[in-house]
């Protein structure tokens, strides 16, 4: 009787073999002079401080003046941390993400190797399958599936009349070495349409992972929208862990991961190593997600509205729009992060107000802010002495 992997009924015939063996071999590491395991846990935190990095030198350098949300004084007179203390914090919440990366690491199998052209005949034999099974579905919407395999056919494409007729292709044969009794022999045997296999390769090197990429990043934008809008609904969750990444008015590249350790863990931490796990990643498409998760979250942080950074042009969640959520004004809209913006238009917390009367306010206050403290230093340097810089100081202070 024939195996299952071979046919679906009588009335068909075999579906062309899979390869009869495979080695399977431990993946070797990316790079020499790394393992994998250790590539996994540095690898985002690098992205982190080089993004960080790039953006602390348009900072230092005020390299891009006109794409700015917050102009420099800002920053200076609203935020109600030093730099230092948000470096200090957002170490120690690496340090944390770096045991929970390593614990991730443990718990999966060691990535290997040797089985991939076998699954890409197993995606060719159900795409076969599922060949046969179009007349009928055809049939549903009042096609005739094998009228439409005679036009094309006749239009000199068999393979894809073949397809409309139900996927079997009787004039595709390859030879291949079977084993029977004490010797091999030569077997004529069905074989794939080339665009079956190309197919089958796109299904496994390319839908099949974008599929999981984009399960990580759903279920992670989901806890962390919620996560998230719960710590500004729950006073105390606010009060003892959420305010402190509110200390930043103005956001800045290497604040991003400016949190409370409890708040870093349960809704950063916690919610990318999840999405990871129930998307069934390998341990190489885990590096991927964690990098470019990291770097988008630097990247909504980092204070500009550039037109030619793509991670501002994947979606509409970026540095403007999270921007928002940093202003006294805004903190009850765009919870969103880091990806999309679905939660918000779905549940209705996405800012739909003008916002460019309300930064211009709060540029003007800090302007003003911060000519009377350089005023007040200039009186100082002159030990007190001048009625006219006395007057500015008032002005300003006006």
């Not at 002079?33 to 350098?61: C, E, K, Q, R």
């Not at 070495?177 to 089958?200: I, Q, Y």
């Not at 409370?260 to 885990?286: C, Q, W």
């Amino acid at each position: 009787m024939a195996s299952s992997s071979n046919t679906t009924t009588h009335s068909y015939p075999p579906l062309p073999p899979l390869p009869s063996s495979y080695e399977l071999k431990p993946l070797p590491d990316l790079l020499p002079f790394i393992s994998d395991f250790w590539l996994s846990i540095i690898l985002p935190h690098v992205a982190y401080w080089v993004v960080s990095g790039i953006f602390h030198l348009i900072d230092t350098y005020d390299l891009f003046p006109q794409y700015r949300l917050h102009t420099p004084e800002e920053i200076s007179q609203r935020n109600l941390a030093s730099r230092w203390e948000v470096a200090r914090d957002v170490v120690l919440e690496q340090i944390l993400q770096v045991f929970t990366g390593a614990f991730l690491n443990l718990t999966e199998a060691r990535q290997m190797t040797g089985s991939e052209d076998y699954d890409v005949a197993v995606w060719a034999q159900r795409i076969r399958i599922a060949q046969r099974a179009l007349p009928s579905v055809l049939g549903l919407v009042g096609l005739n599936a094998r009228g439409l395999s005679e036009k094309v056919a006749l239009g000199g494409y068999p393979l894809l009349a073949g397809a409309l007729a139900g996927g079997d292709y009787p004039f595709l044969t390859t030879e291949l070495l079977v084993e029977g009794g004490k010797k091999a022999v030569m077997e004529t045997v069905p074989a794939f349409a080339m665009w079956e296999v190309v197919l089958a390769k796109l299904m496994y090197w390319v839908v099949v992972p974008g599929f999981q990429m984009w399960v990580a990043v759903a279920v992670m934008d989901t806890w962390q929208y919620f996560w998230h809008r719960a710590m500004h609904v729950n006073k105390w969750m606010y009060t003892n862990w959420h305010a402190r990444h509110h200390r930043l008015y103005v956001p800045y590249a290497y604040g991003a991961l400016y949190n409370h350790p409890v708040e870093g863990f349960v809704m950063d931490t916690l919610g990318a190593g999840i999405g990871y796990k129930l998307s069934f990643m390998t341990n190489r498409m885990g590096m991927l997600f964690f990098v470019t998760s990291m770097m988008k979250t630097v990247d909504d942080h980092c204070g500009y509205k550039l037109p030619w950074d793509p991670l501002q042009h994947i979606t509409s969640n970026n540095a403007a729009y999270h921007d928002i959520h940093h202003q006294s004004w805004g903190i009850k809209s765009n919870f969103s992060q880091p990806f999309f913006t679905i939660w918000d238009r779905w549940l209705g917390t996405k800012w739909e107000g003008d916002v460019q009367l309300k930064y211009e306010r709060t540029r003007a206050i800090a302007a003003a802010k911060d000519e009377k403290k350089r005023l007040v230093k200039k009186e100082e340097r002159n030990g007190g002495n001048g009625g006219v810089a006395n007057g500015k100081v008032k002005a300003a202070a006006k």
